[in-house]
């Protein structure tokens, strides 16, 4: 199969260490809980070692007093400081590691604050990254050379749009520009033969109300997985979308960053990543370290998520040992303001859970604050005076009377770089 072929002879050309990566992958996900985290704990000391040669945790190391080379108690790790991304941007030359590395990757990442970050990945960093995701496809019965529809940026003037054609063809994959019927329409056929549908959730929950709006559910005889990434799958998008083309979307979890954090198995939960991070959660929160990140470590990350681990006993039906990451409920964003209280932007999707989860309100949402002790609530259905209530109703739970409602209704909600946020501030500080 001739696109087997050219993704079998890109991958040699681009990541040399990537069939043997995934080959190591497929072996270690038969291993036991144990054996697991022995090899992490292994890959954490040589990353720790690798770190040495980066002039900010070398400065770390002496001041701490800890010595990578020699074995560490448990509590030594847990001294190093949390790194956040106003650090990776500061002191972002010190963190590379001071090496003739043979092959890097340039990343560039921005965060919605709007800072891009920029730094530089060696080869077996990114190659694990992809042997990871592969893997996570394997568990669907899915190959990356598959026939899929790809859900990313589209906001391209027409030169750059040829050359995504171009490199879309050959990864034997294509995507919707836009959401016009008529696009629709012209993909149809297309669509029947798709293997898997990958990109952002928000997309392709927009793509499923289409295809039920003009069409109705599709039968898809090909299709094995929805990949939905960078985002919050809400709840009503699941159902949409099962309505919609037959299945669940599946969700992976990760950063530039911090690589694959966790990829979602076929019986439907998400598995942590132990051979390429480690993660730990504090006060809710992840911190996570790439323990591939040879060029630039990243040592207990703030990734800015707040998360729930599973039951550490629990077992998968899927065989995997890999710990469960029970859910992502979402970015630490800015605090909504009340008349005299904060709220974490969190409190929006509790609130939006409640309100499908109880009334069976499928609403597609986004709060706007503009001042203090007021919030706008724009929202692509159609308002009426009972909806209203019924919101005002559920949001007072949480706010009693120290926020004042605004409702809106709108086309569509703003995104930023493609993706689409909950909240949005415009309050300094
Ligand atoms: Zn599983």
Same mark, same amino acid.
């Given at each position: 199969m001739i696109y087997k072929s050219l993704f079998h002879w890109g991958a040699r050309l681009r990541n040399p260490s990537l069939l043997p990566q995934l080959k190591a992958l497929i072996t270690s996900q038969n291993w036991s809980r144990t054996q697991l985290e022995?090899? %992490?704990?292994? &890959?954490? *000391?040589?990353?720790l070692i690798w770190a040495q040669r980066a002039p900010y945790y070398q400065k770390l190391f002496t001041d701490l007093q800890? @010595?990578?080379e020699r074995k560490w108690d448990p509590g030594d790790f847990q001294k190093l400081p949390i790194l956040d991304k106003a650090?990776?941007? @500061? %002191? #972002?030359?010190a963190i590379h590691t001071q090496y003739p590395w043979p092959k890097l990757f340039f990343c560039e990442t921005s965060g919605s604050t709007g800072q891009v970050l920029t730094f530089r990945r060696n080869e077996r960093w990114d190659s694990f990254n992809r042997a990871s995701i592969w893997r996570g496809y394997q568990w669907h019965g899915v190959q990356p050379w598959d026939r899929n529809l790809y859900f990313w940026g589209y906001n391209f003037g027409s030169r750059k749009r040829l050359?995504? &054609?171009?490199?879309?063809?050959?990864q034997n994959r294509f995507r919707l520009f836009d959401y016009r019927p008529e696009t629709l329409r012209a993909v149809l056929p297309r669509l029947k033969q798709v293997v898997y549908i990958h990109g952002y959730s928000s997309?392709?929950?927009?793509?499923a109300r289409l295809v039920l709006d003009q069409v109705g559910p599709l039968e898809l005889p090909k299709l094995k997985m929805i990949k939905g990434t960078s985002e919050k799958i809400f709840p009503h998008y699941q159902e949409t979308i099962r309505q919609a083309f037959g299945r669940n979307m599946i969700s992976e979890y990760g950063a530039a960053e911090s690589g694959i954090i966790a990829f979602e198995c076929a019986s439907g939960n998400m598995h942590l990543n132990m051979?390429?991070?480690? !993660?730990?959660? !504090?006060?809710?929160e992840i911190?996570? /370290? #790439?323990?591939?990140?040879?060029?630039?470590?990243?040592? &207990?990350? *703030?990734?800015?998520? /707040?998360? &729930?681990l599973g039951d550490p006993k629990y077992t998968c039906p899927c065989g995997l040992a890999h710990p469960i990451l029970e859910e992502v409920t979402g970015r630490i964003g800015k605090n909504l303001i009340g008349k005299t209280g904060h709220y974490p932007s969190l409190t929006l999707y509790y609130i939006f859970k409640n309100l499908f989860f109880e009334?069976?309100?499928k609403l597609n949402y986004q709060a706007h604050q503009y001042q203090k002790g007021q919030l706008v609530y724009r929202l692509t259905n159609a308002l009426s005076p009972d909806l209203e209530r019924q919101i005002r109703l559920e949001s007072g739970k949480y706010f009693g009377v120290d926020m004042d409602l605004v409702f809106e209704q709108v086309e569509t909600l703003q995104t930023y770089q493609g993706k689409l946020k909950d909240f949005i501030s415009h309050i300094e500080a």
């Open positions: 022995d090899f %992490q704990q292994e &890959r954490l *000391r040589e990353l800890l @010595d990578p650090t990776l941007l @500061d %002191q #972002n030359e050359k995504t &054609r171009i490199l879309d063809a050959a997309m392709i929950y927009e793509l051979e390429g991070c480690l !993660v730990e959660e !504090v006060d809710h911190l996570v /370290t #790439n323990l591939l990140s040879h060029s630039f470590p990243i040592i &207990r990350y *703030r990734l800015g998520d /707040t998360i &729930r009334k069976g309100l």
